[in-house]
């Protein structure tokens, strides 16, 4: 039986009675953990082999770990890692250095990730940031100009998908001008055409063989002056699928986030209306859980293609000495530092 179009997330540590019973009924195409549903190892990898059983035993597992502000696994019991700015500042000195960190950092994610049976990072970032802007971006962003940000985002797609984890590319077509944190309330961008597709739009454009990318809660007048690009046919069909070019499975970004307006259930319903692939529930909340499984049909035509084509494109991971990674990224990083 096909999976549900939505990703779900969950409460806490453990499953719950009615989390088991909700996953084994709505078969979500894939799950994602933040930091409420992380201890230790042993725990997140229990959590995420229970969480599979319910589903029927394969399913994507997604995290945001980017890095700096946005990692949700951290110490003691795994590594920090920096955020955005210092690959940026790296590249600013040498470009082969730069790119080179930026890889072997994802690379050693992938390493955190896999055993714990978490096969998805929402990463890399293609959003360029401009003065004024929200700093919801700031320091998680490669660079401010888009051949940068976009070099550096495919270095960090490369090394997630040595180590065998897929990478989601976001939040297309751009958050970086955004005046406002979609979490909290919806941003409105007053740019003319011309300058988005030679700035924010042209950094995905290099990155648009990506297999899943995740969209941006952001209104673009230009080319549509009241719904986000989540919930418009127009964005996505002009400017996501069209201008850019991008036809890998496209995620939203959390509908429950406070950019949208309505019920999960409305909400739910424009996205896939408007030609999202798969629809984000991230904050683990049951009842809303449901609304948005209640509106999720089940993957087919070209949903079906994408997400097969997506899960396809994971490699087995490459052998690496993982012990001397970490000191040849910490020497890399150390060169900014100094």
Known sequence: MAPRAFITGLAGLTLTAEERAFLRESRPWGLILF??????????????????HEVGGEAP?????????????????????????????????DPALGLAAARLGARLIASDLLPLGINVDCMPL??????????????????DTPAKVSAIAQAIADGLADGGVLP???????????????HLKLPVVHAGRATLESNDFAAFRPLKKLPLGMSAHVVFTA???????????TMIREVIRGFIGFDGLLMTDDVS?????????????AALAAGCDLVLHCNGKID????????????????????????????????????AARREFAAMINQQIA
């Open 257 to 269: 986030m406070g950019a949208l307006s309505g019920t999960i259930a409305e909400r739910t319903r």
């Open 35 to 52: 930091k409420r549903n992380i201890q230790d190892r042993a725990q997140v990898a229990a959590l995420v082999a229970e969480a599979l």
């Open 223 to 233: 080319f549509d002056p009241v719904l986000p690009a989540t919930t418009s046919p």
């Open 168 to 182: 989601v590319l976001k939040h297309i077509p751009g958050h970086g001008r955004a005046t406002a944190d979609s």
């Open 126 to 143: 293609a959003d360029v940031p401009v003065s004024g802007a929200d700093r919801v971006i700031g320091d998680r962003a490669y660079g």
């Open 288 to 323: 809303e859980m449901r609304q948005a499984a209640s509106e999720a049909p089940g993957l087919s035509g070209d949903a079906a293609r994408r997400s097969a084509a997506a899960l396809a494109a994971r490699k087995k991971p490459e052998a690496i000495d993982i012990e």
């Open 61 to 93: 597992v997604l995290v945001d770990q980017e890095g700096g502000r946005v990692q949700r696994l951290g110490p003691p019991h795994w590594p920090a890692y920096p955020s955005g700015r210092t690959y940026a500042d790296l590249y600013g000195r």
